[in-house]
């Protein structure tokens, strides 16, 4: 048995250290989130990609409006007149920057460069995702029926597999395994 964990004492630690990472940002997250209630009350990262989302869509069209319901937690997106999508909590891309960090702490390099490529690869994910939600309206306005599609495959193959490359960058180029 001591064979093993000596063996692959490197991909344990890996595992061990993605999780406790994991866990704890999920945590944070968690009760970040429970300061907010079930009223209807959205929290202020989901409010703010709403808001960048929306200044976006104005950029290429005058005609976009986002509405905050009351009693409900999400933003309501209309675009032309039509409503299009909804942006809730599990729209804001969090939860794709934790499992991103979560990673990269696991597979850590010198201190500057892994806090410099988490911060410079959360807000390229918060970006990429605004991006995301913009362009998802606008299609969704027009192939309303390839909104499955869209929004459950295309959207999603697109921001997990940039952020698959973001961790194949950081392992080769930045990590301690890089050589």
């Excluded at 986002?66 to 997106?77: L, M, T």
Aim: hydrophobic residues 50%; contains cysteine.
């Amino acid at each position: 048995m001591k064979k093993y964990l000596i063996q692959y004492k490197p991909f344990l630690l890996f595992i061990g250290v993605f999780f406790v990472a994991y866990v704890l940002l999920t945590l944070i997250y968690q009760y970040y989130l429970s300061r907010f209630g079930t009223a209807g009350e959205l929290d202020g990262i989901t409010k703010l990609v709403g808001n960048h989302t929306e200044r976006l869509l104005q950029l290429f069209n005058d005609d976009v409006k986002f509405e905050k319901i009351p009693s409900e937690p999400y933003v309501r997106i209309s675009y032309n007149e039509k409503i299009v999508a909804s942006i809730v909590e599990g729209c804001n891309a969090i939860s794709v920057i934790i499992l991103f960090v979560s990673f990269i702490i696991a597979f850590s390099g010198k201190l500057k460069s892994t806090l410099l490529y988490v911060l410079g690869g959360s807000l390229f994910i918060y970006i990429l995702n605004i991006c995301r939600i913009a362009s998802l309206c606008a299609l969704l306005y027009y192939f309303p029926e390839k909104s499955h599609f869209l929004h459950g495959v295309l959207f999603p193959l697109v921001i997990y597999g940039l952020v698959f490359i973001l961790w194949i960058v950081w392992v080769s180029k930045f990590s301690r395994y890089a050589k």
